[in-house]
């Protein structure tokens, strides 16, 4: 069993809808990552959590630390948005980061 | 401020050779961490550097090795290629000190292709 489990693994939805990823670990850490990856491979930082609630702009991540789960939320979904989101985790005291499998998103406008 | 920059960017070579690939972090970044991303494991850690010591490893073959260079620049290297190695390989540079996790800003990459 992975440490970081995503779902779901592809996802496809209309511009508009509201989007749902989700994320559970199985070890501890000190912080949840969430990435954002666009064809070509440049990876971009969106989130980094240790408990409660982000926002910025239309995406929003939420962790639960007792239940070893976060979700982001992508609000008013657009075709820009489409991209692979990772979630990833890291541990006291060091840059290591262990990822997920990936989110391929697309939304269709 | 510049980001993160690989060189280069694309590679092809074939089974056996080897190859250095570099990475500058972002002025002032002293962490250099790597990534080796395939469609078949995702992505995985490599190792990463801070202030030219290796603080982390992952678990790869002793083939696979980098440095750091006291400017924070750093190469890795991957000797006697083999087809598996075919990959995107990222480095990610952060401030690196203290006790937590520092945000890490990623590279472009460099696309391997063995042959």
């Known amino acids: 069993k992975n440490e970081v489990e995503q779902s779901p693994q592809n996802l496809t939805a209309q511009e508009g809808e509201f989007i749902t990823i989700n994320c559970s670990y199985s070890v501890g850490i000190s912080a949840l990552h969430w990435l954002q990856q666009h064809p070509g491979g440049g990876i971009v930082s969106l989130f980094m959590?240790?408990?409660g609630k982000k926002k910025h702009g239309r995406l929003i991540a939420t962790i639960n630390i007792q239940e070893k789960h976060s979700s982001l939320h992508i609000t008013a979904s657009h075709p820009r948005d489409s991209a692979v989101y990772i979630c990833a985790v890291s541990n006291f005291g060091n840059e290591k980061l262990t990822f997920g499998t990936g989110t391929r998103l697309t939304i269709i406008p | 401020k510049a980001g993160v920059t690989q060189t280069p960017r694309y590679l092809i070579k074939t089974r056996g050779q080897q190859v250095t690939l570099s990475c500058s972090p972002i002025?002032?970044?002293?962490?250099v961490s790597w990534y080796q991303q395939t469609p078949g494991q995702g992505l995985q850690f490599l190792f990463e550097?801070?202030?030219?010591?290796q603080r982390n490893k992952g678990n790869f073959p002793g083939r696979f090795s980098g440095r750091q260079f006291s400017n924070s620049r750093s190469e890795m290297n991957v000797s006697t290629l083999e087809l598996g190695d075919s990959a995107l390989y990222l480095c990610?540079?952060?401030w690196g000190g203290g006790r937590y996790y520092n945000e890490q800003f990623f590279g472009p990459g460099t696309r391997l292709t063995v042959l």
């Open positions: 550097y801070f202030s030219e010591t």
């Open positions: 990610a540079s952060s």
């Open positions: 002025s002032g970044h002293r962490s």
């Open positions: 959590l240790s408990s």
